[in-house]
């Protein structure tokens, strides 16, 4: 697997499929849930990312119904799409744990004075 940082909607929406197959607003509550809230996305830049996805081959359409004469698409994680999100987890972990090692090696300073 290629390198490839993904930007944080982009991992928030693969996030949100990563579960469970879900239609646009589903997705849109997921991304707001694991931000904690500071993620909002609007509907136009939720289906411009997922058009790109499907394009990527990164998400599928598990199905398409009318409800209430509009059409519902649900979107689901492909195998690729897994590959790539399982890759920026570990990438992010070990970001993380570089950060903690270097903040305990650092010697204290007194009273927060900067470096």
Not at 1 to 11: A, D, H, K
Not at 63 to 80: D, I, N, W
Request: hydrophobic share 40%.
């Amino acid at each position: 697997m290629t390198e490839r940082q993904l930007r944080e909607p982009t991992r928030l929406v693969l996030t949100a499929l990563a579960d469970a197959p879900r239609h646009g607003y589903a997705i849109i509550q997921e991304v707001l849930a694991i931000s904690e809230g500071r993620t909002r996305l609007s509907t136009g830049t939720l289906y411009t990312a997922l058009d790109r996805l499907l394009q990527e081959g990164l998400v599928g359409i598990e199905s398409e119904e009318v409800v209430g004469g509009r059409m519902r698409r649900t979107f689901a994680l492909t195998p690729q799409g897994q590959d790539l999100l399982r890759e920026e987890a570990r990438r992010l972990r070990l970001a993380v744990a570089e950060a903690e090692r270097r903040l305990a090696a650092a010697r204290p300073r007194p009273n927060g004075a900067p470096a």
